[in-house]
């Protein structure tokens, strides 16, 4: 059963880069679609981005020249790279299987922009 | 961008009644590509249905998804205590960017 777990720094500095790695086990990340979706605090959830094994991307247009999302399939990782964060962006950050509708999640890990 | 209204914000029924739910966008849904999450405290959130009306794979047959064009719905029934959870619909079927509803939590009565 595959399994999707988010790891990375909990805290980062307004202006500074938000880095999260996204780790997939229990299958290959071949011919799949890859997501970053987030939840910021009392809202609802915001799809960030996806990612094919390949590397093809599509981004929120409202992140998009902040964002940048990629796939190492040799290691079952793909990462989210959020740059310029400003408290706007402190969120739960999920990662999850699929392009469209989304079939397997990880349980998301909070990430606050913070001096 | 597609506004995906979800109502109520609450709903409170008794365990082993039924439940609808409803997710209005403020325009049509191409190919109804719209989702339904279940999402419990602490844990991930889980697809219940895509495409309107398909149910993911282990998903019980109580629950069940209804729509076209901007009006959806999930029915669950026989509401177990599992089931007491925060539900969003998604749509995929648009232009970018794809949305989420804000959510619908489904209280014990």
């Known amino acids: 059963q595959v399994q999707l777990q988010e790891s990375g720094p909990g805290l980062v500095k307004p202006s500074e880069t938000l880095s999260l790695t996204c780790t997939v086990s229990g299958d290959s990340m071949n011919n799949m679609y890859w997501s970053w979706i987030r939840r910021p605090p009392g809202r609802g959830l915001e799809w960030i981005g996806y990612?094919?094994?390949?590397?093809?991307?599509n981004y929120n247009p409202s992140l998009k020249s902040r964002v940048t999302i990629s796939v190492d399939t040799s290691k079952n990782q793909f990462s989210l790279k959020l740059s310029s964060v400003t408290a706007a962006d402190t969120a739960v950050y999920y990662c999850?299987?699929?392009?469209?509708?989304?079939?397997?999640w990880g349980q998301g890990t909070l990430v606050t922009v913070s001096a | 961008e597609i506004v995906l209204t979800q109502s109520p914000g609450t709903l409170s029924v008794s365990p082993g009644e039924g439940a609808t739910l409803s997710c209005r966008a403020s325009q049509t849904v191409n190919s109804n590509y719209l989702a339904w999450y279940q999402h419990r405290p602490g844990q991930a959130p889980r697809l219940l249905i895509y495409?309107?009306?398909s149910r993911a794979s282990g998903i019980p047959d109580r629950f069940s998804g209804r729509g076209s064009g901007t009006d959806f719905t999930l029915s669950i029934s026989r509401l177990e205590p599992e089931d007491f959870a925060v539900y969003y619909c998604h749509q995929y079927g648009g232009s970018l960017p794809y949305t989420f509803g804000l959510g619908t939590k489904l209280e014990i009565k």
């Open positions: 999850a299987r699929g392009g469209w509708s989304m079939d397997c």
């Open positions: 495409d309107a009306s």
């Open positions: 990612i094919s094994y390949t590397g093809i991307t």
